[in-house]
């Protein structure tokens, strides 16, 4: 039986930003926010080429910090003329609007009503989290009214995959589909972590087309990747592999809570790919399950879950929950020293 995947929530504001700049009338005030910084830094660099002419940056773009930050000072920045074009530019980053005291938040609500029209000012949430208030009804509501919150999301799998094409074909490089897959479930989706690593193994490949090969003897994986490699290493048999995954993401100094984390979280996808070929289900049960962007790491569960059975998944995710609130509860513990031990485990429950 055939599972059909969710449909993405729409980002009807980021599609009117694109819109916006493309007609060249930018808004008067944006919050920029979410996981994909590349898209982010991208679009203010569009803003700033639409807004800003070249030479005059120093009168019309201004970046701004949140910390100590008052809407005084945003205010009279923005109340300040263009010179020798028609908008300026300010970019504030990290002022969470949403925790202000009351006397700042009604003169921001007063400066959302009122914003020069002249001006455009964009919120960039980079290291604080981007949480609106429903609570504060009448800063939401200015926010709501006034602000466009744009979302930088990771871009849709068919979207990134034809990106890293464009990229590496501008490096002279070629890559197919599957590659590129591959690519992402090692290095992670997001173009921020991509793009130093498309240079790197553009600059090391010696052929015209990027393979596996190429991406393993340079690329730096996501600790997700390795930890599939540890857990597929576990359900072969192959222990030593699976020690020598371990002992090198300790090497890297990785928490081992962390390491601990992610592989029960590995183990207890395997557990449900293990569920979905019991019951009949399919690979698109497990993408709308794990709100996964293409079919590759479904397939790949599908394959480690047909080595195993479901009372070792089961068993081997306790023994992840027992370790891991032993890590979190006693003092002294040698946290690494039992991941070993784990793995020993692991390993004896497969015989």
């Known amino acids: 039986m055939a599972y059909a995947k969710k449909a993405p929530k729409s980002n009807e504001a980021f599609q009117k930003l694109k819109a916006d700049l493309s007609a060249g009338t930018p808004g008067c005030a944006y919050i920029f926010y979410g996981e994909e910084s590349y898209l982010r830094e991208y679009y203010l660099g569009e803003l700033r080429?639409?807004?800003v002419p070249a030479g005059f940056e120093e009168f019309n773009y201004h970046r701004l910090e949140g910390k100590d930050l008052t809407v005084?000072?945003?205010a009279e920045m923005a109340e300040a003329m263009p010179m020798m074009t028609e908008r300026t530019l300010i970019v504030v980053t990290d002022f969470d609007l949403f925790k202000l005291n009351e006397e700042q938040r009604e003169k921001l609500i007063a400066f959302f009503e009122?914003?020069?029209p002249?001006?455009?000012?964009?919120f960039v949430y980079d290291?604080?989290?981007?949480?609106p208030n429903r609570t504060m009804k009448k800063l939401y509501k200015a926010v709501s009214d006034h602000v466009a919150a744009v979302e930088f999301r990771a871009a849709d799998n068919s979207d990134l995959v034809a990106w890293i094409a464009r990229r590496?074909?501008?490096?002279?490089?070629?890559?197919?589909?599957?590659?590129a897959e591959y690519l992402i479930f090692t290095c992670g989706g997001l173009m921020t972590g991509l793009v130093p690593e498309i240079a790197k193994i553009g600059a090391y490949a010696k052929g015209k087309a990027i393979t596996q090969k190429d991406i393993d003897a340079v690329a730096d994986p996501v600790l997700s990747a390795e930890v599939f490699k540890l857990s597929d290493a576990v359900l072969q048999g192959n222990y030593d592999l699976a020690a020598s995954i371990l002992g090198d993401l300790l090497k890297m100094q990785t928490e081992?809570?962390?390491?601990?984390a992610a592989l029960g979280s590995q183990l207890r996808r395997i557990y449900t790919a293990r569920m979905a070929i019991d019951s009949g289900r399919d690979k698109y049960w497990l993408m709308e399950l794990w709100d996964m962007k293409s079919d590759y790491p479904a397939k790949l569960l599908l394959n480690a879950a047909k080595r195993t059975t479901a009372d070792w998944c089961a068993d081997a995710v306790k023994m992840c929950q027992v370790l891991d609130r032993r890590m979190k509860s006693e003092k002294g513990i040698d946290a690494a020293g039992e991941l070993k031990l784990l793995l020993v485990r692991l390993g004896a429950r497969r015989k």
Do not use: N
Not at 168 to 179: S, V, Y
Not at 256 to 260: E, Q, R
């Open 127 to 131: 290291t604080v989290e981007y949480k």
């Open 168 to 179: 590496f074909r501008a490096l002279g490089k070629e890559i197919d589909r599957q590659t």
């Open 256 to 260: 081992p809570i962390m390491i601990l």
């Open 114 to 116: 009122d914003i020069p």
């Open 49 to 51: 080429k639409s807004l």
């Open 118 to 122: 002249y001006a455009c000012v964009v």
């Open 72 to 74: 005084q000072s945003l």
